[in-house]
């Protein structure tokens, strides 16, 4: 009697989901709360209750459930506000505010910048064909890209 297992590999891929959810995350919808945290922190830099500190601190709790990015994000204000209490005088220096009004816009040129990546520099079409820098300036859609890293 012979018994054959019938193996299943299968491939996981986190970063991969992680990263094309990331690009192609609707980041505008949600610039209007990032300007609602930066007029809380100008409250905070005022009146240092924690009101203001609720407000920045819910809304990234809200987003970090969108995407691992936030949830870095979250950690990272988190400590610069267990910060500010140890520092209180440096408050506006660890807790700028611009940094947190420009997130949709810097998150939009990140977005751009990983698109440019795919189409410019992952071509699978003309991998063996094409010298270098020929395939620095070819294009490769989305479902290209990722049939390329599943084959890989």
């Not at 996981?12 to 610039?31: A, G, H, Q, V």
Request: aromatic content about 14%.
């Amino acid at each position: 009697m012979t018994f054959e297992r019938s193996h299943t590999k299968e491939k996981d891929f986190p970063f991969l989901e992680s990263l094309l959810r990331f690009t192609y995350l609707d980041i505008w919808p949600m610039e209007c709360l990032f300007e609602e945290m930066d007029k809380a922190l100008l409250n905070f830099y005022r009146k240092r209750d924690f009101d203001p500190q609720r407000v920045v601190m819910s809304t990234l709790e809200e987003y970090a459930k969108k995407h691992i990015y936030f949830e870095f994000l979250r950690l990272d204000w988190q400590a610069r506000f267990r910060y500010t209490e140890r520092q209180p005088d440096d408050v506006q220096e660890i807790l700028p505010h611009k940094q947190l009004r420009h997130i949709p816009s810097d998150l939009d040129t990140l977005q751009k910048q990983i698109m440019r990546l795919f189409q410019d520099v992952l071509d699978i079409d003309g991998v063996k064909k094409k010298p270098v820098q020929e395939k620095l300036q070819g294009k490769m859609s989305f479902e290209e890209f990722r049939e390329w890293l599943t084959e890989s």
